[in-house]
């Protein structure tokens, strides 16, 4: 895997989504402190929280991310939810049907290091019953997590470092 990796400058983002890689290991392999997906720079907010479904205590058999990237200044942004196959350890490039979410972000308040962000989905034929199209995000820095609608209701997903 070493070899593939050494002209990575030359690589895609979208080469390495085909090898299957997850944001995660796509930051480190393309350079990316992964303590920048946290992070807040120069008004911008890019984060990715990630856990596993179904919750503990029950095992699970698959990954939830939440990904987004925002202006804070402009209070605008895209946010993305999915469900992939797979534990977080081992979570593939496949999503499962119905579960994948576009949020557009119009609305951000900061209070410290968090973060909360408004908008509404943008597909909202993909909703479930007793899901709302408007939804509301916390990126709580300080405590390393995001809370994020999810089938209807509030989940906590921890920020990925």
């Known amino acids: 895997m070493e070899q593939r990796f050494s002209d990575i400058d030359q690589m895609s983002r979208r080469t390495l989504v085909k090898l299957g890689l997850g944001s995660a290991a796509t930051a480190v392999a393309a350079g990316v402190p992964l ?14 929280g990630i856990g596993g479904r179904p919750e503990p205590p029950l095992p699970s058999y698959a990954t939830h991310v939440v990904e987004g990237r925002v202006d804070v ?9 999915r469900v992939l196959a797979g534990h977080p350890g081992a979570m593939s490039s496949i999503g499962l049907p119905g ?4 949020m557009q972000i119009n609305s951000v ?3 410290g290091s968090r973060y909360r962000l408004r908008g509404v989905i943008q597909d ?7 899901e709302s199209p408007k939804v509301e995000l916390l990126v709580d820095k300080g405590k390393g997590v995001v809370h994020a609608p999810f089938l209807g209701r509030q ?3 921890p ?3």
Do not use: C, W
């Open 159 to 161: 920020l990925s470092r």
């Open 124 to 130: 909202r034929s993909q909703l479930h019953r007793g």
């Open 73 to 81: 200044k402009a209070g605008t942004g895209m946010v993305t939810s």
């Open 35 to 48: 303590a920048h997906l946290a992070g807040g720079e120069n008004g911008a907010l890019t984060f990715s």
């Open 109 to 111: 308040d900061v209070e």
């Open 155 to 157: 989940v906590t997903l």
């Open 99 to 102: 579960l994948s979410r576009i």
